[in-house]
């Protein structure tokens, strides 16, 4: 029953996610699935009426331009309406991620860096212990030490979370 905005550049993707979920409709009886597939720039807004659920779960994977996705987004995060972002950071497109990342734990987002991918993705079945045994909290770290870490880093995945969102 919740929500779920996916914003990625790649319609193969989003195609992909969208037989994913109606394959798996069953289990997740009531959700909705939002795909937008619009070029994400300056001009990318979202501000889609027909949305109004606060528990919202949001995706991203744009390629360099998670900027614009997370301005266009700022209003649901400071109302937070987010519950749950997985974001893709690329430092090897721009340098703005250390400071973007910084923004939305100012908001009061909890965030964590995912283990590196691997070809068989682990099953898990406690998030919130998965989070804390096997990811990097980085919301600690001091805004000015934040570029150096992310400076180390070619491409990696984010997960930010409401201080109190669940896990379905």
Known sequence: GVETVAIDGDPRMLDAIHRSAKA???????????????????????DDPYLDDDNYVVKIDVEGAE?????????????????????????????????????????????????AKRTTPPTVRDIPSFLHRHCFRFTGIPREAMADF????????????????EWA
């Not at 994400?40 to 979202?46: H, L």
């Not at 997985?86 to 908001?107: G, K, Q």
């Not at 992310?150 to 969102?165: G, H, K, L």
């Open 67 to 115: 900027n614009h996705a997370i301005r266009a987004l700022t209003p649901l995060l400071e109302a937070h309406r987010v519950s749950h972002l997985f974001m893709e950071v690329s430092p090897v497109f721009e340098n703005y991620y250390p400071a973007l990342l910084s923004e939305i734990a100012d908001l009061g987002y909890q965030g964590w860096m995912m283990p």
């Open 24 to 46: 798996n409709e069953a289990d997740f009886p009531g959700a909705d699935l939002f795909l937008l597939d619009q070029t994400v720039d300056e001009s990318f807004s979202f």
């Open 150 to 165: 992310v400076s180390t880093m070619n491409q990696f995945d984010v997960v930010f979370t409401r201080p109190e969102a």
